[in-house]
């Protein structure tokens, strides 16, 4: 079964807490990336990664951090500096320069 | 600066009705891609299209056609004889090839609902 996967499919943290959103791919696709979408928004990049252990900051990284440790992983942890977490978490994969495909999503909120 | 503006925040229809959605976009190169996405109520992101900058040719796949004007920096999209299965939210998209990332950006969306 091929494509991305992103887990859990709700998260909820509390206050100071740092939480981590899985995404996995077997695409074989070598870029992935974090959006963010806030109510009645579009799509924010916050981290991505066009290769294997290097990773760039994208419009929104303050208070996220990730990793990119192996082509089919790229994690995101949303740490206790990020003001206002609550927002659904979309992570997307890239073969060359054309279209993003992207996974189910996480909604995160903060309780 | 780059840019994707869709004016349309809300779009109700009935069934059977043709409905068009705009897309204006800024950009300073000469070389970018635009993508219409689709986001049903489930969340996820469903790719529609993509179109190169040097394209003009507009594209029809069933009842989905898309318009893109490099004069007017438009690429809207059309629906014909709407379905209920259509109802969700679209998006409009561009990257760049001077964006090394080639990261997205959206528009705000536009939020379509087909009534039966």
């Known amino acids: 079964d091929g494509g991305i996967t992103q887990s859990p499919k709700y998260l909820f943290r509390k206050e100071g807490q740092n939480v981590t959103l899985s995404c996995e791919q077997n695409?074989?696709?070598?870029?992935m990336y974090w959006y963010r979408q806030d109510p009645g928004q579009g799509l924010r990049l916050i981290y991505y990664?066009?290769?294997?252990?290097?990773?760039q900051k994208g419009d929104i990284a303050e208070g996220y951090s990730v990793s990119r440790e192996k082509k089919e992983s790229f994690p995101l942890t949303v740490t206790s500096a990020q003001k206002n977490p609550t927002a659904f978490y979309l992570c997307?994969?890239?073969?060359?320069?054309?279209?993003?495909?992207f996974g189910p999503g996480t909604r995160l909120t903060v309780l | 600066a780059q840019k994707v503006t869709q004016a349309q925040t809300e779009i109700s229809v009935v069934e059977k009705e043709d409905v068009t959605l705009d897309c204006v976009y800024e950009t300073r190169d000469t070389t970018y891609y635009l993508f219409w996405y689709k986001q049903p109520p489930s969340g996820e992101l469903v790719f529609l299209i993509r179109r190169n900058s040097f394209d003009e040719q507009n594209e029809i796949s069933g009842r989905y056609s898309w318009n893109f004007q490099k004069s007017t920096s438009s690429f809207n999209f059309t629906i014909t004889a709407s379905q209920v299965v259509d109802s969700a939210v679209y998006f409009c998209?561009?990257?760049?090839?001077?964006?090394?990332?080639?990261?997205?950006?959206f528009g705000s969306g536009t939020r379509l609902l087909v009534r039966p």
């Open positions: 695409l074989n696709h070598d870029a």
């Open positions: 998209a561009l990257s760049s090839r001077g964006d090394s990332s080639y990261k997205l950006i």
């Open positions: 990664s066009q290769i294997v252990n290097d990773f």
């Open positions: 997307a994969t890239k073969a060359g320069i054309h279209e993003q495909f």
